[in-house]
């Protein structure tokens, strides 16, 4: 809303010499904005010039010094957030898989979705609830231009999720997530299994990425995932700590996709669809997770090495032109993220729902850890105690004998008495 006093401040500049253009970003305002004041102070001049009494001249300058005033009795009074847009998007994606599963009665209806909205806090309206359905469901097709990027300015990362089988793991079928990668450029590929989605698996993936093309994208676009974007502040997503820290060290910046928009990151989103489905269409049943990254590993190197039509050359082929275009490599970063756990009188640490024995002589003792995908690193008055491999699922026990000596020498001596 523009006040009076910016109002001067808009004739000021621009009796100062400046254009309508650099008025606008000075004072933050549309181009229109300023263009519809500065019409309006010419108007008055021009007024003032033929005005034929001291009267009229005097109801000239007393308009033109008036407070701008808005029409407001036809403006649609709406209360939407990003966060009620994207809940929205979400019930009605869940209507389209209940109609595909045959759950057509489980549909949620509008006055269903206000409901839910209203119980989560939201405060909106059932008529603005109405016109958003309406207006999402109904919505045009939208036509989309090829983007050509030039080497090594930018690369897409995303989350996938596979269902699988991994003995190690857990013997019954659970939920694993696949990162990838995917240079715009070259289409280059690159992607690493995961047990969890979470911020230690966001960190890693992003190290080893760069350690395996030997350099760094200028930019790499995410979607709204939780381990890339921590809030909305005033319609702008905010980057999560690991995410800064990342581009940080790494000098690269990020982009994050309009919610609902898969089309300005597709090429990783096709990527996640085709990997996945070339890497475990054929086999879900592994002894380790070593052999399904294995597997996925095999998959992905040769996608990039078939040559592609349109280009008639191999991903692989492009990459070898694309890499001399990218940020220098550094030392790979280290990523672990860190916690606090106390050692139980059992000598064990609780870590992500599992415990860890550690040696008898900490029990009581507060100990600092390094948390990464696939291993702990434990460590004690700041120095490095051990590096314990993970364990999986929900309460599970990792221990090692030798971490009771003093314990066993103890009842050794007990039993001798």
């Given at each position: 809303?523009?006040?009076l ?9 621009y ?8 008025i606008?970003?000075?004072l933050?305002l ?32 007393l308009k ?5 005033t808005y ?14 847009i ?9 209507n389209?898989e ?20 209203v ?6 309206s059932?008529?603005?609830v109405c ?9 045009p097709?939208?036509?989309?231009i090829r983007?050509?990027?030039a080497?090594?300015e930018?690369?897409?990362f995303?989350w996938?999720?596979v ?11 659970r ?9 715009r450029?070259?289409?280059?590929q ?6 969890l ?9 992003h190290?080893?990425?760069f350690e ?32 800064k820290?990342?581009?940080?060290y790494?000098g690269?910046t ?11 990151k ?5 990527a996640v ?8 269409s ?5 002894k380790?997770?070593?052999?399904a ?8 190197n040769?996608l ?7 280009e008639e050359?191999s ?5 070898a ?9 550094r ?12 050692v ?21 003792k507060?100990?600092?850890l ?8 434990i ?10 491999s ?7 026990y990792?221990?090692d004998?030798l971490?009771?000596?003093q314990?066993l ?9």
């Amino acid at each position: 809303m523009v006040t009076l006093n910016k109002k001067h401040k808009i004739i000021r500049l621009y009796l100062e010499g400046k254009n309508k253009s650099a008025i606008a970003r000075e004072l933050e305002l549309t181009r229109d904005t300023v263009r519809k004041y500065v019409n309006n102070y010419e108007a008055h001049e021009r007024a003032l010039t033929n005005a034929k009494s001291d009267e009229e001249r005097e109801t000239i300058i007393l308009k033109a010094n008036e407070k701008p005033t808005y029409n407001t009795t036809n403006r649609k009074r709406y209360k939407v957030t990003d966060g009620i847009i994207d809940r929205i998007n979400e019930m009605i994606e869940e209507n389209n898989e209940r109609k595909l599963s045959g759950q057509r009665k489980l549909i949620r209806k509008k006055i269903d979705m206000h409901e839910v909205l209203v119980e989560e806090g939201y405060d909106i309206s059932y008529r603005t609830v109405c016109d958003m359905v309406s207006t999402i469901v109904n919505k045009p097709k939208e036509a989309f231009i090829r983007q050509v990027l030039a080497p090594g300015e930018m690369a897409e990362f995303d989350w996938g999720e596979v269902s699988l089988t991994i003995d190690e793991i857990d013997p019954n079928l659970r939920r694993y997530y696949i990162a990838v990668f995917t240079l715009r450029h070259s289409n280059y590929q690159y992607a690493k299994l995961y047990t969890l989605d979470n911020t230690a698996s966001f960190n890693d993936v992003h190290v080893t990425f760069f350690e395996a093309i030997g350099g760094i994208p200028k930019e790499i676009v995410y979607d709204n995932a939780k381990t890339a974007v921590k809030s909305f502040v005033e319609r702008q997503k905010e980057p999560t700590d690991a995410l800064k820290r990342l581009m940080r060290y790494y000098g690269f910046t990020h982009r994050f996709t309009n919610a609902y928009s898969g089309h300005e990151k597709g090429a990783v989103e096709r990527a996640v669809e085709l990997i996945r489905r070339k890497a475990y269409s054929g086999k879900q049943h592994f002894k380790t997770l070593e052999e399904a990254q294995q597997q996925l590993t095999f998959k992905v190197n040769d996608l990039n090495t078939r040559k592609k039509q349109r280009e008639e050359k191999s991903a692989k082929t492009a990459f070898a032109e694309e890499q001399a275009q990218l940020l220098p490599k550094r030392i790979p970063l280290d990523t672990g993220v860190l916690s606090q756990a106390h050692v139980n009188k059992y000598g064990f640490i609780y870590v992500d729902s599992n415990f860890y024995s550690v040696p008898d002589y900490l029990v009581g003792k507060q100990l600092t850890l390094k948390k990464y995908p696939f291993n702990i690193k434990i460590l004690y008055q700041d120095k490095l105690l051990l590096t314990q491999s993970r364990i999986y699922g929900r309460n599970n026990y990792k221990v090692d004998i030798l971490h009771y000596i003093q314990t066993l020498k103890k009842e050794a001596r007990v039993d001798q008495t």
